[in-house]
């Protein structure tokens, strides 16, 4: 079992940039691929970007990609989400997600993923 804790959310400015950190603790985390879902008031959680257990194969949603950057430090036991040129919609708790499953696919789903963050809440303001 593994458990994640999200910090590095906050309140900032359209056009800003936030960096996301996910620690891991408990078993080895280059077990886990990992993923981050975001989930606005009054909507469903929504799939972010995901990276592979071993790093790279990372995937974004089309209204990540070119502003986040997904990246992982197995030998930190962290996950990181680099998010730039923020937009008031990208307003939502944030939250860290890790699979131990041995395949790849559905990595996109929440379904995919046993383990969660309590999150971190980021703010756009326009």
């Known amino acids: 079992q593994v458990q994640l804790v999200e910090s590095g959310g906050g309140l900032v400015q359209a056009g800003g940039s936030l960096r996301l950190s996910c620690a891991a603790s408990?078993?080895?985390?280059?077990?886990?691929?990992t993923g981050w879902f975001r989930q606005a008031p009054g909507k469903e959680r929504e799939f972010v970007s995901v990276?592979?257990?071993?790093?790279?194969?990372?995937y974004y949603a089309d209204s990540a990609k070119g502003r986040f950057t997904i990246s992982r430090d197995n030998a930190k036991n962290t996950v990181y989400l680099q998010m730039n040129s923020l937009k008031p919609e990208d307003t939502a708790v944030y939250y860290c997600?890790?699979?131990?499953?041995?395949?790849?696919?559905?990595?996109?789903?929440?379904?995919?993923?046993?383990?969660w963050g309590q999150g971190t809440q980021v703010t756009v303001s326009s």
């Open positions: 990276m592979r257990r071993s790093g790279g194969s990372e």
């Open positions: 997600a890790a699979s131990d499953s041995g395949s790849y696919i559905g990595s996109t789903t929440a379904g995919f993923y046993s383990y």
């Open positions: 408990g078993r080895t985390f280059s077990r886990y691929h």
